[in-house]
């Protein structure tokens, strides 16, 4: 998932135990990260993304635009995800934080 994270660890000069630090995550965390074994939640691809000053589009690897829908997901659904994409960070932020609250409120 994350196609450029090795090449941008690299770009700054870094081993995989001093990028896990400067994120608070494990060096096997990153290992895994570049080998595709594991997809990191949105969180730490926010985190990545920032600590390498680049869109999540370019770590992913993905052209900007390019749809990133799982086809199983509903017309309203994309609507959605569309919208959310268009909010502020901090909007993002407020979203997510209800979300979250909902979930833990009706599992």
């Known amino acids: 998932m994350l ?7 690299k770009s700054r000069c870094l081993n995989q135990q001093e990028l896990a630090e400067q994120l608070h995550i494990s060096q096997a ?7 595709g074994l594991v997809e990191p939640d949105i969180y730490i691809i926010k985190q990545i993304a920032a600590f390498f000053q680049v869109s999540i589009y370019d770590l992913l690897g993905e052209e900007k635009g390019k749809s990133l829908y799982k086809e199983d997901l509903s017309q309203e659904e994309k609507q ?11 909007e993002k932020d407020k979203v997510y934080a209800i979300i979250q609250e909902r979930l833990r409120l009706y599992p």
């Open 80 to 90: 959605f995800l569309d919208g959310y994409g268009r909010l502020t960070e901090v």
């Open 29 to 35: 965390s990153v290992s895994k990260y570049e080998m």
């Open 3 to 9: 196609r450029n994270l090795k090449a941008l660890r």
